[in-house]
């Protein structure tokens, strides 16, 4: 969570399927605006492999892409903004969205901000590093994760918690390269993008169950926004 929050069991529940979908849609047709062909287009094909990963409908992975690249005559025009402030209990909280209205979103996190504390830009910005956050699993029995972070020339490495997956941390001039680097040292790249780490993360020790539960539901209602594409909180795993 230091890295990335991630609703617990959202690939279980049909209406976050449609979330998962639907954000998914957000990158597809922004990637696409290079080109259409998965082939020529790295960022491209890796989240295809990731809508492919998900069961993304077909026909709705393909509208994504022509759309994107202007095959279909709509204009995609979305706005990314980050949105910055603390969740309960002073959890640190940087917001990414995707917008296609900036006056629609703003007044949606103000009042979903309510029950934490939303912050003006930089106010919370100090305390993430901006890195490159490449999801790997491993594509034969045995591959080492921290020997492939060395080789491949990632910073630092992080173990999924529960599918086997690790999360690769890398400069962000250097997501492409290490991207490319990790399948020759044993892993199978699924998703590669820039993002937030946390410097100091709030240990979840210090939180109580219940304090702990307020967090997981502030989370959860602003991963429920159409327009939030990544949440990045502070908390340690």
């Not at 202007?70 to 995707?98: D, K, S």
């Amino acid at each position: 969570m230091g890295a990335q929050w991630k609703a617990k069991g959202k690939e279980l529940a049909a209406n976050a399927r449609g979330r998962v979908f639907g954000k998914l849609s957000k990158d597809i047709m922004i990637a696409a605006r290079s080109g259409a062909d998965p082939a020529a287009n790295a960022r491209l094909r890796l989240l295809v492999e990731q809508a492919r990963k998900v069961s993304m409908p077909k026909e709705t992975l393909d509208r994504a892409i022509k759309k994107g690249a202007g095959l279909t005559g709509e204009a995609v025009n979305f706005e990314h903004v980050i949105y910055e402030g603390f969740a309960p209990h002073r959890v640190p909280l940087m917001v990414e969205c995707l917008t296609d209205n900036v006056n629609r979103t703003a007044p949606e996190m103000r009042v979903l901000f309510r029950k934490g504390q939303l912050g003006t830009s930089g106010s919370v910005a100090w305390d993430f590093d901006h890195v490159g956050m490449i999801e790997a699993e491993p594509a034969a029995k045995g591959a080492d994760p921290e020997l492939a972070a060395i080789e491949a020339g990632a910073q630092d490495f992080e173990p999924g918690e529960e599918d086997g997956s690790t999360t690769f941390l890398t400069d962000p001039a250097d997501l492409d390269l290490v991207s490319r680097a990790l399948p020759t040292h044993g892993f199978t790249v699924l998703s590669a993008k820039l993002g937030y780490k946390a410097k100091n993360p709030v240990d979840p020790a210090s939180l109580s169950a219940e304090q702990l539960e307020e967090v997981e539901a502030f989370l959860a209602a602003i991963d429920g926004n159409d327009d939030v594409q990544n949440i990045y909180a502070g908390l340690g795993g």
